[in-house]
């Protein structure tokens, strides 16, 4: 699929998978990430915003808010169009990259099903970049299928986040309908020590 420009067929398949056929997946990943409510977080890559919604409900009452940051305006659009009822969704068509130029924003970060369709040679870049939008003692949440077909390496992952300044704190591996072997990482970015 050619994520910049999906097809109706495309839009419609996952949005099929995203909201109906994995909707209880997507709701048990949002209930691991312990949100209190206040928060801001981004879902990178948030693409038609099956995740985001689950992140948007469970921040309602505490006021946060959620970005839902993507590069293509057309899951962004259906991602406005399935979400119009929450008021506490940002949708950002942009790169992380101008992002973190603003520095440290982000309570909590999830990246879901998403780093294994980037190029390898661009990951790092945006790994390091998502850091700097992370805030001191925030934390980031990442599911990624692990097939060597369609995923990438559990160590990738690890040595990504290591480089961005990032620390395993905790992971799982499970198995994800239609998606197959995952690997789930929580990473936190340590407190800055005063010299
Ligand atoms: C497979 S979809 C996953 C969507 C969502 N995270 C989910 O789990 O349902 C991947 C999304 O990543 C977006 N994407 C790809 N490269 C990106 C980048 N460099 N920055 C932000 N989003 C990107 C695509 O446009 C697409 O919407």
């Known amino acids: 699929m050619d994520f910049k420009k999906p097809s109706r067929f495309d839009i419609f398949v996952h949005t099929l998978a995203s909201y109906v056929l994995m909707r209880g997946a997507y709701k048990k990943y949002v209930d691991t990430f ?4 206040d928060e801001e977080v981004l879902d990178f890559g948030g693409g038609g915003g099956g995740l985001t919604r689950h992140i948007a409900k469970r921040l309602l009452q505490g006021r946060g808010h959620v970005t839902c940051l993507d590069t293509s305006e057309a899951w962004l659009d259906v991602a406005r169009k399935q979400l119009r009822r929450f008021p506490n969704v940002r949708f950002v068509c942009d790169e992380i990259s101008n992002l973190a130029d603003a520095g440290p924003q982000f309570d909590v970060i999830a990246i879901h099903i998403m780093l294994h369709d980037i190029d390898r040679e661009f990951r790092q870049d945006i790994v390091s970049a998502l850091s ?4 001191d003692t925030g934390k980031l949440f990442i599911r990624e299928p692990t097939k060597e077909k369609h995923g990438m390496p559990a160590d990738e992952i690890r040595q990504l986040m290591t480089n961005g300044g990032l620390e395993e704190v905790g992971f799982t591996e499970g198995k994800l309908r239609f998606v ?3 690997y789930s990482g929580v990473f936190l970015k340590p407190p800055r020590t005063e010299n």
């Open 34 to 37: 312990g949100l209190k409510g």
């Open 180 to 182: 197959g072997p995952t």
């Open 132 to 135: 700097r939008t992370l805030k």
